[in-house]
């Protein structure tokens, strides 16, 4: 099955991007739970971390610093949240790795 963030990254739907490298994809999420919420994910196709392997290591590495990255550039100089929900019963939707950056108030 193909997730609709793989068809973000193959570009056959649309998207806010607002950072691309060689190893992940950022974009702005169409359903905003704060005033920047941004969903960085792998080009690999990982499923959740519960599906993560040791070759993984170096991807994860990159998409937190990529989040690091993305918030300066977002201007979040306050704080923000990074935010990785796992599996149904974490209140995963879509079955791709995904980190949430979430900033621009005060959160909780």
């Known amino acids: 099955m193909t997730t609709i963030f793989k068809k973000i990254i193959d570009r056959e739907i649309p998207a806010d991007i607002v950072y691309e490298d060689d190893i992940c994809l950022a974009f ?3 359903q905003p739970k704060a005033p920047v919420h941004i969903l960085v ?5 990982i499923a959740s971390l519960m599906e993560l392997t040791d070759e993984d290591e170096s991807i994860v590495g990159h998409c937190v610093i990529a989040v690091s990255r993305i918030a300066a550039q977002e201007g979040l100089s306050g704080g923000y949240k990074m ?3 796992c599996g149904e019963d974490g ?5 791709h ?3 949430h950056l979430l900033g621009g108030r005060r959160l909780h």
């Open 41 to 45: 994910i792998p080009k690999k196709e």
């Open 91 to 95: 209140g995963q939707e879509v079955p």
């Open 28 to 30: 702005r999420d169409i």
């Open 83 to 85: 935010q990785v929900n």
């Open 97 to 99: 790795l995904h980190f």
